[in-house]
């Protein structure tokens, strides 16, 4: 049975770093992902990775300032977040395995990261 397990969230102030971690279990998959969903908001796409690495897309609100990763010997996704900013407070999901539509299929349970102002 395939899981998605994040870790690495907690609260930072506004400046601050954290990094994100997204280990995959039962099987690797063509592409990953993480989403967020900020208190009273829908569930937004923040960046996403193919296998090879070779492709990379991120939300304009995150564009240099987070970078996605992948460590294929251990089967986990990071998402590195520098320079927060009290608005990317959200409780943070990893996704994988899109289907043709671009839906993903296999969901983690989400941490959350809080930032302060």
């Known amino acids: 049975q395939v899981q998605l397990t994040e870790s690495g969230g907690g609260l930072v102030q506004a400046g601050g770093s954290l990094r994100l971690s997204c280990a995959a279990s039962g099987r690797t998959f063509s592409k990953d992902a993480w989403f967020r969903q900020a208190p009273g908001k829908e569930r937004e796409f923040v960046a996403s990775?193919?296998?090879?690495?070779?492709?990379?897309y991120y939300a304009d609100s995150v564009k240099g300032r987070f970078t996605i990763s992948r460590d294929k010997a251990v089967n986990t996704v990071y998402l590195q977040m520098n320079s927060l900013k009290p608005e990317d407070t959200a409780v943070y999901y990893c996704a994988a395995d899109p289907d043709l539509s671009g839906n993903y299929q296999k969901w983690g349970q989400g941490t959350q990261g809080t930032v302060s102002s």
């Open positions: 990775i193919t296998w090879t690495s070779s492709t990379r």
